[in-house]
């Protein structure tokens, strides 16, 4: 019976650390915003004797009976809105399991390698694959709110979860490096572009006055998506623990691949899917949603709350006037600046690692990449996220700028040795993970009721500075080495500094 015990706890042993892992990140993120202890909604005033003056002792009762009723629906309603935020938390974990692609890129079968398949030499085009879903989420994230005014945020969420899992499960078996970034890059970009903001969107409106948190909350599933699937990816791959040889694993490193991809796949289906149903507004929000209605044979009719609401609502600005504003493009050239490098280093520290001696260790680069996820790219996106909610904006983003600038000059140096090359790449995340977190809770602040439909656009920021790094870094390698390469996304992150700084 023992021996059974022990051979099972060793079979399902990534499996139980999966769903624990999961456990902590939801109740961590959503902690900040757990509905209070429910407090009475009237005090009784003067004596407490309901001895006598004929009919006070009933009509304190029935007070005290009434507030108890609207202290647990209020505690009811903030349950929901936190629920909303832990399935975000969901969706965001399977969303950010693109950042896995920084330690899946070293496992990838050779025909998955280069364009023209096996064939090929210098970095492997595999690395454009985590840019492409960037890009592909930028195309994606205009759709999302479009389509959460006539779908509503669940059947939008749902929507991006099915794209998501189904590109990646049908990648597992692709022939070539081209077809399997249509499915893994494009079609699961895209699914992440329609659901990425749904829970940010739904949050904002169940805690209209805490929107860094709210943020902060959402996306820190994002950065600890790789924490969890970087070591799952790796034992399912790589179950051994072989070291690559010049860069090439064994034959049966690669031969695992189709199988890992599907797992995963499904992993992230499963996830986002359940996410999605946790979604909803409070009772408050006055939309309606005519396509939701069509689907469920209702026939579209504003409620008269709907139709008061856009009676009272103020004529603002257009999207394209607020887009084409100068406020736009310095907070498009502020993102720029400082994802460049924290993309750059989230997408390559594994490549990078494999090409220094001292740093040559499968299994050591892939407890980087999870360390860097959870205490890099999830905290930072969580701390940011709050931080800007307590000393504003600017206070925030300037010294992650200073801070990451700093440790960007310094990399080359500090990957002589496993630890300080640890640090460093937890440091870049955790800076790239603010980034991500600052600004579309700031599009919300300055925009307002259009910060969703802005932030769709100014994500393209994102989407630039993930294809600007390889191809900008392949071209420095070359005439400069990886001191170069690393000085100038250090400059880069010191420009977005000093345009923060510079402006209103």
Not at 48 to 58: D, R, T, V, W
Not at 203 to 227: D, E, I, L, N, Q
Not at 313 to 341: E, T
Not at 344 to 357: E, M
């Amino acid at each position: 019976f023992f021996e059974m015990s022990r051979r099972r706890s060793r079979h399902m042993g990534p499996m139980r650390s999966l769903f624990v892992a999961l456990s902590v990140v939801c109740l961590t993120g959503a902690a900040p915003l757990a509905p209070a202890a429910a407090r009475p909604a009237l005090r009784l005033r003067g004596g407490g004797n309901s001895g006598g003056g004929g009919g006070g002792g009933s009509a304190t009762l029935v007070a005290a009976r009434g507030g108890k009723r609207a202290a647990a629906a209020e505690e009811e309603a903030t349950a929901r809105g936190v629920a909303g935020l832990v399935g975000g938390i969901l969706i965001h974990l399977a969303c950010g399991s693109m950042y896995t692609w920084g330690n899946l890129v070293s496992y990838a079968p050779p025909h998955l390698k280069y364009w023209a398949g096996a064939v090929g030499s210098g970095p492997a085009d595999a690395q454009l694959v985590l840019p492409l879903i960037l890009v592909s989420q930028m195309t994606g994230m205009p759709l999302g709110p479009l389509l959460e005014k006539k779908l509503g945020p669940t059947l939008t969420a749902l929507l991006g979860a099915l794209m998501m899992g189904i590109g990646v499960m049908a990648a597992a078996t692709a022939p070539s490096l081209a077809s399997f970034c249509v499915c893994y890059a494009v079609v699961f970009g895209l699914g992440v572009g329609v659901a990425y903001q749904m829970p940010i969107i739904a949050g904002g409106r169940w805690f209209p006055a805490k929107k860094g948190v709210v943020t902060g909350s959402v996306v820190t599933g994002m950065g600890a998506s790789a924490f969890l699937f970087n070591l799952l990816a790796t034992r399912l791959i790589n179950p051994k623990g072989l070291n690559a040889v010049g860069g090439v694993f064994p034959a049966e490193v690669y031969a695992n691949w189709p199988h890992a991809i599907r797992t995963l796949g499904s992993l992230y289906t499963g996830l986002a899917v359940c996410g999605a149903l946790l979604q909803s507004n409070p009772s408050s929000f006055a939309g309606a949603y005519p396509w939701r209605d069509a689907l469920c044979g209702k026939r579209h009719a504003p409620t008269p709350k709907a139709r008061k609401a856009v009676a009272a609502a103020p004529g603002g600005p257009s999207l394209p006037s607020l887009v084409f504003a100068p406020k736009f493009a310095v907070m498009w050239l502020m993102i720029l600046g400082s994802a460049v490098g924290g993309l750059n280093v989230a997408g390559s520290y594994k490549t990078f690692g494999l090409k220094q001696p001292q740093l040559n260790s499968d299994s050591f680069l892939t407890v980087v990449g999870a360390l860097s996820a959870i205490f890099g790219n999830a905290a930072g996106r969580f701390f940011f996220g709050a931080l800007s909610d307590a000393i504003g904006f600017k206070a925030s983003f300037v010294p992650l700028t200073l801070l990451q600038g700093t440790t960007l000059l310094s990399f080359p140096a500090l990957a002589a040795s496993r630890l300080t090359f640890l640090l460093a790449t937890v440091a870049m995340l955790f800076c790239m993970g603010g980034t991500f977190a600052l600004f579309p809770a700031q599009a919300m602040r300055v925009y307002g009721a259009s910060g969703a439909s802005v932030y769709s656009i100014m994500f393209t920021a994102f989407g630039s500075a993930a294809l600007l790094g390889p191809i900008a870094s392949n071209a420095l390698l070359q005439r400069g080495g990886y001191p170069l390469v690393f000085s100038v996304l250090g400059l880069c992150s010191f420009g977005s500094a000093a345009l923060t700084l510079a402006s209103q």
